[in-house]
């Protein structure tokens, strides 16, 4: 990619040249073995805390470093360019903690936030159930006010972390007849009786990403572990999806660069009819098209990286990036595997593994259509262009 990122400090990329060296050395040799098992050992987490990989911005009294989010976008993008889908680092970073840190009581930040950053507690977020995906005020997860507790009874599914998780931010129903009003966002620590977890789910992609079911029969956790105000939740969650939008946008640009850099470079060397297929023209056109395309997608995505980071991103910008970015992460990791043949339908091979792992970018944190919808509405209620 020739363009010129201006983001980043000095300090920003020594702290990537240190992650990159990290996951190169501790986590790339062991990825095969996480995927086989699928679920990557708490031991990592920890270790990722003390490189200072989690939470990264996260305000020094609460165990971080008070560094600015910029930090966990080189995470997130070294990560993204190791391949790694398993380590569930920006589950845990970009819609857990956030949550937390946002609407949580100051107990609740300081029972919790500082473990997250270390990596002694890992964070999930349940709000998929299993007839209640992107559609928050479908949800059936029923919170009963019961004196100074909240009873939970129901079930969660695809939950990113569910078998590692110490604690989950639930998504849950305190009022039925409320629709999307009634929707409220209670901290579960996973150590609470009736709190149960399913299965370990295999997935066609992700397969180093822990994903799981969660059941949650009587379990009672105080009112204090609620995030803000009671029925709120679904207002909560409009506010931090433009987040977790964000990072997946990130993370699908440079998974597009990366498969571009890797397919050019075996082009070059792969031999066919008196030359390589790099001397092809239908190749060169291909590439160029699909360089050129993340290249425009770079730029945006940076744009509304510094939106964020000025407080200005709207919901609105988030879903064009996150529509657009992973529609094209998906168009250019296809295009390349072609270029493999045979080899590119090999698991060993990386352009397989991030063609896998590319297809559930359009649908996690929003499915396409969902991003539509709110793209389309934002058009057809502006008076003028």
Same mark, same amino acid.
């Given at each position: #990619?020739?363009?010129?990122?201006?983001?980043?400090?000095?300090? *920003?990329?020594?702290?990537?040249?240190?992650?990159?060296?990290?996951?190169?050395?501790?986590?790339?040799?062991?990825?095969?073995?996480?995927?086989?098992?699928?679920?990557?050992?708490?031991?990592?987490?920890?270790?990722?805390?003390?490189?200072?990989?989690?939470?990264?911005? #996260?305000?020094?009294?609460?165990? +971080?470093?008070?560094?600015?989010?910029?930090?966990?976008?080189?995470?997130?993008?070294?990560?993204?360019?190791? +391949?790694?889908?398993?380590? !569930?680092?920006?589950? *845990?970073?970009?819609?857990?903690?956030?949550?937390?840190?946002?609407?949580?009581?100051?107990?609740?930040?300081?029972?919790?936030?500082?473990?997250?950053?270390?990596?002694?507690?890992?964070?999930?977020?349940?709000?998929?159930?299993?007839?209640? &995906?992107?559609?928050?005020?479908?949800?059936?997860?029923?919170?009963?006010?019961?004196?100074?507790?909240?009873?939970?009874?129901?079930?969660?599914?695809?939950?990113?972390?569910?078998?590692?998780?110490?604690?989950?931010?639930?998504?849950?129903?305190?009022?039925?007849?409320?629709?999307?009003? +009634?929707?409220?966002?209670?901290?579960?620590?996973?150590?609470?009786?009736?709190?149960?977890?399913?299965?370990?789910?295999?997935?066609?992609?992700?397969?180093?990403?822990?994903?799981?079911?969660?059941?949650?029969?009587?379990?009672?956790?105080?009112? !204090?572990?609620?995030? +803000?105000?009671?029925?709120?939740?679904?207002?909560?969650?409009?506010?931090?999806?433009?987040?977790?939008?964000?990072?997946?946008?990130?993370?699908?640009?440079?998974?597009?660069?990366?498969?571009?850099?890797?397919?050019?470079?075996?082009?070059?060397?792969?031999?066919?009819?008196? &030359?390589?297929?790099?001397?092809?023209?239908?190749?060169?056109?291909?590439?160029?098209?699909?360089?050129?395309?993340?290249?425009?997608?770079?730029?945006?995505?940076?744009?509304?990286?510094?939106?964020?980071?000025?407080?200005?991103?709207?919901?609105?910008?988030?879903? $064009?990036?996150?529509?657009?970015?992973?529609?094209? *992460?998906? $168009?250019?990791?296809?295009?390349?595997?072609?270029?493999?043949?045979?080899?590119?339908?090999?698991?060993?091979?990386?352009?397989?593994?991030?063609?896998?792992?590319?297809?559930?970018?359009?649908?996690?944190? !929003?499915?396409?259509?969902?991003?539509?919808?709110?793209?389309?509405?934002?058009?057809?209620?502006?008076?003028?262009?």
């Amino acid at each position: #990619m020739s363009v010129q990122r201006t983001l980043f400090s000095p300090e *920003h990329d020594q702290f990537r040249d240190s992650v990159r060296r990290f996951i190169d050395a501790e986590m790339v040799p062991h990825n095969e073995k996480w995927e086989d098992d699928g679920i990557v050992p708490k031991e990592v987490w920890r270790r990722a805390g003390e490189m200072g990989m989690l939470c990264c911005s #996260m305000p020094e009294e609460y165990g +971080g470093s008070g560094a600015d989010w910029l930090y966990d976008v080189v995470v997130i993008e070294e990560l993204a360019r190791a +391949g790694l889908s398993g380590p !569930g680092f920006v589950v *845990h970073s970009e819609m857990c903690a956030p949550y937390i840190l946002a609407w949580g009581s100051e107990e609740l930040k300081r029972e919790w936030l500082p473990k997250m950053v270390t990596g002694e507690a890992v964070g999930a977020i349940a709000m998929t159930e299993p007839n209640a &995906g992107s559609d928050v005020k479908r949800l059936q997860l029923r919170a009963r006010r019961d004196g100074d507790d909240y009873v939970l009874d129901g079930q969660k599914v695809y939950i990113s972390n569910g078998q590692n998780a110490d604690v989950v931010v639930t998504a849950a129903k305190t009022d039925p007849e409320a629709g999307a009003r +009634g929707v409220s966002l209670i901290a579960v620590p996973t150590d609470t009786p009736g709190f149960e977890r399913g299965r370990n789910l295999k997935k066609i992609g992700m397969k180093g990403q822990d994903t799981s079911e969660l059941f949650y029969s009587g379990v009672r956790v105080p009112v !204090g572990n609620r995030l +803000g105000d009671e029925g709120k939740g679904f207002a909560m969650l409009m506010t931090k999806l433009a987040q977790e939008r964000l990072t997946q946008a990130v993370r699908s640009v440079v998974c597009a660069e990366t498969a571009i850099r890797q397919t050019v470079e075996y082009t070059k060397t792969r031999e066919a009819f008196d &030359g390589t297929i790099a001397d092809f023209q239908n190749t060169q056109f291909v590439m160029a098209q699909l360089d050129a395309e993340t290249t425009a997608m770079r730029v945006f995505v940076d744009w509304c990286i510094q939106r964020f980071m000025a407080g200005e991103l709207t919901s609105v910008d988030a879903a $064009k990036a996150k529509m657009l970015s992973t529609d094209l *992460h998906c $168009k250019v990791v296809d295009q390349c595997l072609q270029f493999f043949g045979g080899y590119g339908y090999m698991y060993e091979y990386p352009i397989a593994r991030a063609y896998v792992d590319a297809r559930v970018t359009r649908i996690a944190g !929003g499915a396409i259509e969902v991003m539509k919808q709110i793209i389309g509405r934002d058009l057809y209620s502006r008076n003028e262009m």
